[in-house]
């Protein structure tokens, strides 16, 4: 097969794929602009609006090394379809939910099915591609859960603004029941590795993982001496020690540590953490800046990144291309490099903001970066790792940019203070410009091209 064709069956995994994982990324963004509509109807003020976006994050982020462990013993297709049908059904919990504790706990379970859509989507492009034709892929795949991301805040927008915050929950149904639909037009095998799942390694690290993010959550609020943060996070943390040491032990792993001997499997997760860190954390202070002190209304700021939306959808599939054929460091190093320029023109920005010199350049920059990086980024991680491990190795990844997320956004009040003002504007923008230049440092320096993918890990079996 060329790297220009693709097959019926390969364009049909690739869509399932993408709007698999694209209702998973969609959500996680769709939320903030419904935050006053809900907390108007509901009461509850600002702690009711932290636990509507932090439930699903934290059940997310906690449970997605699960989820991979679980595409690979049970196979992709199966775990995605009770992903999806989870997904639907916790989609309209979260609509019809009479309260605001209801919808808590909605958003949390609707987080536990998204924990399964994302590492078994990409598990199926890795499966179904192969050289510089799944690096393309990868590409198309970035492209469509980076639109989901960026422009869920303007998709949240028009429905709180036109019909009901309600509204932000329900459509997800039409995406999902097309992907099932899609699904069973899908006739290959699907064969999981077998085994047994590593329940102890699971309870360890889901539950170390979720104490870990409540406490740095919840610091924000409270602080660091307030026991509701440093008793959970203390235990998360003890946990977590206590899942490292069991992995080197169990016979079967949730997660096999030989992984990260794999040379491009633990430089790119350590430079995904930067990148991903600054992607979590940059767009959403200038989104919340734009709106508390330039005046923005909530759609308009939610408008700003659509630029970069484009650059994603139009260039990321290039990029990808490029980057199978001549190798992934070059993009890796640049591109980040190119976002990091973005965020320091938008240093520009006063209390009046000119968007078309202020801000759209910025937007721009950023947006080619990330177009430059991306898939790329997701292709040397994933191509270095042996097929069959490609769902755990697709949660690892995913869960590293998501803890990286949590652990920026949760360290916002650190950066900008109590209050966000132009100064405390100012101190995130070079902190994200210096997460994303550290991203490039460690990929140019770290990177291998054409790195050939390992063995299977091997684990005890005695």
């Known amino acids: 097969m060329t790297t220009q064709s693709m097959t019926s069956v390969q364009r049909r995994v690739l869509i399932v794929a993408i709007l698999a994982s694209f209702v998973a990324f969609l959500d996680g963004a769709v939320i903030n602009v419904a935050l006053p509509a809900i907390s108007k109807e509901f009461g509850g003020g600002l702690p009711l609006q932290q636990w509507v976006v932090d439930a699903y994050l934290v059940t997310l982020g906690s449970l997605i090394l699960i989820a991979g462990s679980l595409s690979d013993v049970f196979g992709r297709k199966r775990i995605l379809y009770v992903g999806l049908i989870g997904f639907g059904i916790t989609s309209l919990l979260c609509a019809f939910a009479p309260s605001g504790v209801f919808l808590v706990v909605a958003r949390a379970l609707q987080g536990v099915a998204a924990a399964l859509l994302v590492p078994s989507s990409l598990a199926i492009i890795i499966s179904t591609f192969s050289g510089a034709a799944q690096a393309k892929a990868i590409g198309r795949w970035t492209a469509w859960t980076g639109v989901a991301m960026i422009a869920g805040p303007v998709i949240g927008g028009i429905f709180v603004d036109t019909l009901s915050w309600r509204w932000v929950f329900v459509i997800n149904v039409v995406p999902i029941t097309i992907t099932l639909l899609m699904m069973l037009t899908l006739k290959q095998a699907d064969h999981g590795m077998g085994g047994r799942i590593d329940v102890l390694g699971a309870v360890l690290g889901s539950v170390g993982l979720a104490g870990t993010v409540y406490g740095l959550i919840e610091q924000g609020p409270y602080g660091w001496s307030s026991p509701r943060v440093y008793i959970p996070l203390i235990l998360g943390l003890l946990l977590l020690a206590g899942f490292f040491y069991w992995e080197t032990r169990a016979k079967q792993p949730m997660l096999p540590l030989g992984l990260f001997r794999v040379h491009n499997f633990w430089v790119g997760n350590i430079s995904t953490a930067f990148v991903y860190g600054a992607i979590a954390f940059g767009p959403l202070m200038v989104t919340l800046y734009l709106q508390q002190v330039a005046g923005f209304s909530a759609t308009a700021a939610g408008f700003v990144f659509v630029p970069s939306t484009l650059c994603m959808l139009l260039l990321s599939s290039y990029f990808g291309g490029l980057a199978g054929k001549y190798g992934p460091r070059l993009f890796m190093g640049v591109g980040p490099i190119i976002a990091a320029c973005g965020f320091l023109w938008l240093l520009m920005m006063?209390?009046?903001?000119?968007?078309?010199?202020?801000?759209?350049?910025?937007?721009?920059?950023?947006?080619?970066?990330?177009?430059?990086?991306?898939?790329?980024?997701?292709?040397?991680?994933?191509?270095?790792?042996?097929?069959?491990?490609?769902?755990?190795?697709?949660?690892?990844?995913?869960?590293?940019?998501?803890?990286?997320?949590?652990?920026?956004?949760?360290?916002?009040?650190?950066?900008?203070?109590?209050?966000?003002?132009?100064?405390?504007?100012?101190?995130?923008?070079?902190?994200?410009?210096?997460?994303?230049?550290?991203?490039?440092?460690?990929?140019?320096?770290?990177?291998?091209?054409?790195?050939?993918?390992?063995?299977?890990?091997?684990?005890a079996t005695d």
Do not use: K, Y
């Not at 042996?386 to 949760?410: D, E, Y």
């Not at 405390?424 to 091209?449: E, H, K, M, W, Y």
């Open 350 to 459: 006063g209390t009046d903001v000119n968007f078309w010199l202020n801000v759209l350049p910025g937007v721009l920059l950023f947006g080619v970066g990330l177009s430059v990086t991306v898939a790329p980024l997701t292709s040397a991680i994933l191509g270095s790792i042996h097929p069959q491990q490609a769902g755990i190795g697709s949660a690892v990844n995913n869960a590293v940019s998501r803890i990286a997320g949590l652990i920026t956004v949760a360290m916002a009040g650190l950066i900008v203070g109590e209050q966000l003002d132009r100064a405390g504007l100012d101190r995130a923008l070079i902190c994200v410009a210096f997460l994303l230049l550290a991203g490039g440092v460690v990929s140019a320096i770290g990177i291998r091209n054409h790195e050939p993918a390992a063995a299977p890990i091997q684990v």
